[in-house]
């Protein structure tokens, strides 16, 4: 501590004896300290280094800088400060301090005061040594006797001289061939073809393409690395980390090309690249019952229409009603029409209005025009109605017979917490995605909802599909692509309601130098609208693909030609067979009735 506070001290009295010389590689690293964001520690052997020209030159140039004379505390330190600075005096007394570089985002500058000519080559060796034994690519390398910054170039296994801040991501922008370990596996936009002995042929599908085309601009050989069955994986109960997580977490790999929800791992070790594309967690459910042919033509229009038509029906019996009053009321003369109509009474005057309203209504012929010319305005207009009315039921119907109709599905998350079913997931982390953390009522009874079960020879979409009784969690994307055979069967129903939504992106170790690559490559795709055309792309094959399954096709009835067999007109029929039934009971008890008159009537 007392160093510390002695050293800057002497920071502050320096600052103003130290000559800058604006030298090239002092231009150099003034360019790159500016780009470094956040704090910069300077590792000092002594309190003499603090005089040194190129310490005082980062004290100037940097705000946020601690100064410690002992190199050993590095490890406590390094979370602290992301950037560091070492001065030694040759290459030796640098690679004492191999083991004490940590691989984090941050950046190095190991500044050497001399060398000579076989120090370059153990500058060399050592850059090399770092870069391939830890994967640390962010070290500059400071010659002092030669006023030089350089960097390891690990695709040409040489140092460059350092000309500004970004030759940096400029050697990471041609790989040179380098291979890369590349992982993708099967999922939602990608899928891989091996040849069945752990050595991956050839990947296909969205990911794979943004994957290859990443892999040209950046001119590496993709190695991709054979999947194991996590897939995406995450954290076990024991700590360690599984599929693609736990891989990137480990450094195993160096891209992963395929979509991952952005959230939390629970890991560090690892980031995401720019965002890809969107996507949803979906519930689905067994796709409700066919409303059966026979009382198919109930259900042509909704309730409501039904209830209007005989609303409209009693309504205009009633304004006829009026109108009829008002005009004998008043006295209004009739229509003089050939026939004198005998005289009717008051009550069978309204009885013959009441029937001639709805023979009116369906659409029948009326015998007889009433006798005043308002009631007759009033009677064409109502004829116009029913012919609006008319019309609506007939399309309606031969709709209904073209494409089936189901019972009401469940389409909020709401109807599906009160229909009861539970829902059955088939990865843990679903249970910490989907519901948790709501204040709605509705999400808590969901949440507790969910099971566990364990996928075994049937998938759940499968058991949804057959059995029905439960509902499933997937994304929504699945259900356009890989299961789009159960939506289109209808089979299976996806609730419209999606609780939750995610972006997507790949997974890199971290820190990787690749990141900064990668991401510009990316994000050029997606504002071409590249991956959209991919994705969409993916989206319009498994649509297609459906016609290579005669059986689904067999099942879809779409895009054919509906012939209209007898049992379509089944309700034609009952209703005839009751109307059969109902005359014959009456004109039974007429005749019952008619009997018994004639015998108690007196002779
Ligand atoms: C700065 O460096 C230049 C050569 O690059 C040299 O000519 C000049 O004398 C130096 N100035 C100081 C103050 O050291
Ligand atoms: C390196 O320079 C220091 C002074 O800066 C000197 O004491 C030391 O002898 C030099 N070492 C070599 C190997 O030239
Ligand atoms: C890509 O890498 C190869 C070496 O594998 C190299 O010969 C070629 O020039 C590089 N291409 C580009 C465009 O830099």
Known sequence: MATTLQLIML???????????????????????????????????????????????????????????????????????????????????????????????????????????????????????????????????????????????????????????????RIYKDLEGYHLRIYIFDSVYSSVIGDGENKVLSVTGADAKLAKTVARQLNFTADFVWPDDEFFGGRLANGEYSGGVGRAHRGEVD????????????????????????????LYVKKAQRIPQSILPLFAVHMDVWLCFLLVGLLGALVWLILRAVNLILGIEGVPDGSRATRISYFGAARRIFVDTWVIWVRVNVGRFPPFHSERIFVASLCLVSVIFGALLESSLATVYIRPLYYRDVNTLRELDESGQPIYIKHPAFKDDLFYGHNSEVYRRLDAKMMLVAEGEERLIEMVSKRGGFAGVTRSASLQLSDIRYVMTKKVHKIPECPKNYHIAYVLPRPSPYLEE??????????????????????????????????????????????????????????LTIGCLLSAIVCMAEILLGRQRRLHSPK
């Open 11 to 169: 920071a502050l009295v320096g600052g103003t004896l130290g000559q800058a010389n604006n030298t090239d590689h002092k231009q150099v690293l003034t360019s790159i300290v500016k780009q470094l964001e956040g704090g910069l520690e300077l590792h000092l052997r002594t309190s003499e280094d603090g005089g040194n020209d190129l310490v005082q030159f980062l004290m100037q140039e940097k705000s946020s800088i601690i100064i410690s004379a002992k190199q050993e505390e590095v490890p406590s330190r390094a979370k602290i400060m992301r950037h560091h600075f070492f001065i030694f005096d040759g290459v030796h007394q640098m690679q004492e301090i191999r083991t004490s570089l940590f691989n984090t985002d941050g950046f190095y500058i190991l500044a050497l005061e001399n060398n000579t000519i076989e120090d370059d080559v153990l500058l060399m060796e050592f850059a090399a040594d770092v870069w391939l034994q830890h994967g640390h690519s962010r070290i500059y390398y400071v010659q002092l006797s030669k006023k030089s910054v350089l960097l390891f170039n690990p695709f040409l296994q040489r140092l460059v001289v350092v000309q500004d801040s970004k030759t940096y991501s």
């Open 518 to 575: 990668v991401n510009r490559i990316v994000l050029r795709l997606v504002a071409g609208g590249i991956v959209g055309l991919w994705t969409g792309e993916a989206k319009e094959r498994a649509k297609w693909s459906i016609q290579r399954f005669p059986e689904y096709l067999a099942e879809l009835d779409v895009g054919r030609w509906k012939v209209l067999t007898l049992s379509d007109v089944q309700l034609a029929f009952y209703a």
């Open 255 to 282: 891209i992963i090309f395929a979509g991952f929800f952005i959230k939390d791992y629970l890991t560090t070790h690892i980031q995401f690249s720019a965002a890809v594309y969107m996507d949803e967690l979906c």
